[in-house]
Nanobody, 120 residues
Framework: QVQLVESGGGLVQPGGSLRLSCAASGRILTIYTMAWYRQAPGKQRELVGDITSNGLTNYADSVKGRFTISRKNAMNTVWLQMNSLKPEDTADYYC??????????????WGQGTQVTVSS
């Protein structure tokens, strides 16, 4: 069994910053790509960005230059640093990881989500 536990969401004013974290635990053999998605009310879930096990990153155009994804493989943890936040960044943010375990083949796992609200 694998768990992804997120933390760090909350209410922030426009222009502010937040840092989300996501820690994976369980019978993990290898974590490949880790990613952050978000889903705003009434909208489809969208990719915010992802990071490979080697540290290569990819971002949605809407967050480039404002958000940074990082990870520490030894801690099975990924972070999302969000700066210059805008009201349109308001959404539930979900951690995703592609993981091979001791009992299951490679598959995607999801966190429970953490809410980010950008409002004055």
């Amino acid at each position: 069994q694998v768990q992804l536990v997120e933390s760090g969401g909350g209410l922030v004013q426009p222009g502010g910053s937040l840092r989300l974290s996501c820690a994976a635990s369980g019978r993990i053999l290898t974590i490949y790509t880790m990613a952050w998605y978000r889903q705003a009310p009434g909208k489809q879930r969208e990719l915010v960005g992802d990071i490979t096990s080697n540290g290569l990153t990819n971002y949605a155009d809407s967050v480039k230059g404002r958000f940074t994804i990082s990870r520490k493989n030894a801690m099975n943890t990924v972070w999302l640093q969000m700066n210059s936040l805008k009201p349109e960044d308001t959404a539930d943010y979900y951690c995703n990881a592609r993981i091979a375990t001791t009992t299951n083949p490679l598959r995607d796992y999801w966190g429970q989500g953490t809410q980010v609200t950008v409002s004055s």
